[in-house]
């Protein structure tokens, strides 16, 4: 069975006569048609499964192409998801070193009020109530610190009187 090409067979099915109604797709044989009913659409059986065969064929490499589009652009969409997350986790580590800095900062500047009270009138600290501002200012430090920090401060610069709680 000699396989002719697409121009070949289009050419031959334009030059049959009228007793012939179809040309075989496969190899280009031309297909007598029937005193009654339907023409074939094949010269024979082995046309017909080598057609199905193609057809098959075809079909598998087109679910193997949309498999692999499917995949890349999977790949695509993991790679922007993986960009975004680490975007997204310099951002947060941005922010706790900010975070980490400014609470440094909160506490230096809480204990250098600290400071500045002792030395100027530490009466404030023996006569404060427990909820004023400085046992407030003292709960501040120990929070951004670790607790005993205010006592730790007083007690270095000299004060021995009451810690206010």
């Known amino acids: 069975m000699e396989k002719l090409k697409a121009s070949e067979i289009k050419r031959r099915k334009r030059g049959l006569d009228k007793r012939y109604g179809r040309i075989c797709?496969?190899?280009g044989k031309p297909?007598?048609?029937?005193?009654?009913?339907?023409?074939?659409?094949f010269c024979?059986?082995?046309c017909r499964q080598a057609y199905g065969r193609r057809k098959r064929a075809l079909a598998e490499r087109k679910k193997d192409e949309s498999a692999e589009q499917t995949v890349s652009q999977l790949v695509r969409q993991e790679e922007d998801y993986r960009k975004r997350a680490d975007a997204i986790r310099k951002r947060?580590?941005?922010a706790q070193k900010k975070t980490g800095r400014a609470k440094g900062i909160i506490r230096l500047s809480c204990m250098f009020q600290l400071k500045t009270?002792?030395?100027?009138?530490p009466e404030l600290i023996e006569n404060?109530?427990?909820?004023?501002?400085v046992a407030g200012l003292m709960d501040d430090i120990d929070r951004q610190?670790?607790?005993?920090?205010?006592?730790?401060?007083?007690?270095?610069?000299?004060?021995?009187g009451p810690?206010?709680?």
Not at 128 to 133: L, N, R, T, V
Not at 145 to 160: F, Q, S, V
């Open 163 to 165: 810690i206010p709680r």
């Open 92 to 94: 947060s580590l941005d």
């Open 128 to 133: 404060a109530p427990s909820d004023g501002y």
């Open 44 to 46: 024979g059986t082995a």
């Open 31 to 41: 297909i007598r048609k029937p005193r009654r009913g339907p023409t074939a659409r």
């Open 25 to 27: 797709p496969v190899c």
């Open 117 to 121: 009270i002792l030395e100027r009138d």
């Open 145 to 160: 610190g670790r607790p005993g920090d205010a006592e730790r401060l007083l007690r270095h610069n000299g004060y021995t």
